[in-house]
C-alpha cells in the first residue's frame, strides 16, 4: 500500500560531535524562493515568477528549556557548523508495520538574538536564539536531498543542480 508519516520519534542536535542536551524545540528554516513581479506589453496583467535558485534569508529558532554553557556557547558571535539528526516514525498501511527512517540536516549557523526566558518557581526558562542560517544540507535515509548555499551558487533538490548554469554564465563553474 503506502507511507503513512506519522511523528518525529525523537531529534539531537551536534556541533564538532558534542551533543547538545535540553534543547525543547527546533524550528528549522523556512526556504522560500525570491519572486520577480513581472508585467509590461504582451503581457494581460501581473503575474509572479520565482526565481530558481535564488532565496530569501534562512533564519532557525532553537527554544532552550533552561540557559544553560550550551545557550550561551550557542550565543557566541561565531559561525556554528550543527547537525540535527533525527528519527521519523512511519507506519506502511498496508501491513501495520512500524518503521523509522533518519534524517539529517547540517547547517551553518550565526546567531541574531538571544532570549534568556522566564524566572519563576518550578517552570522552564524557554530560552530562545534565533540565528541566519548561510547553508543547509538535508539527508534522508542517508541520501542528500537538499542542500542550499547562496555564497557558492548552490541549490539542489534531489540531485538537480538548479544553479550550475548561472554559475557557469558567471565564470564560477
Do not use: C
Amino acid at each position: 500500500m503506502g507511507k503513512i508519516s506519522e511523528a518525529i520519534a525523537n531529534a539531537a542536535i551536534y556541533e564538532s560531535e558534542v551533543e547538545y542536551r535540553g534543547i525543547a524545540d527546533i524550528q528549522l528554516p523556512k526556504i522560500e524562493q525570491l519572486v520577480a513581479e513581472i508585467e509590461g506589453a504582451g503581457i494581460a496583467g501581473k503575474y509572479t515568477s520565482p526565481i530558481i535558485g535564488h532565496i530569501n534569508s534562512m533564519k532557525m529558532t532553537m527554544t532552550f528549556r533552561l540557559v544553560t554553557d550550551e545557550t550561551y556557547k550557542l550565543a557566541t558571535p561565531d559561525a556554528h557548523t550543527i547537525e540535527i539528526r533525527a528519527s521519523q516514525q512511519h507506519r506502511d498501511s498496508g501491513t501495520g508495520r512500524i518503521y523509522r527512517e533518519p534524517v539529517k540536516y547540517v547547517v551553518i549557523i550565526r546567531p541574531i538574538s538571544l532570549d534568556l526566558g522566564k524566572l519563576a518557581s518550578a517552570i522552564t526558562a524557554d530560552a530562545s536564539e534565533e540565528y541566519a542560517v548561510s547553508y543547509i544540507a538535508g539527508y534522508v535515509n542517508g541520501e542528500k536531498v537538499l542542500e542550499i548555499d547562496p555564497t557558492n551558487y548552490i541549490f539542489i533538490m534531489y540531485g538537480k543542480d538548479y544553479l550550475a548554469d548561472i554559475r557557469q554564465h558567471l565564470g564560477k563553474a
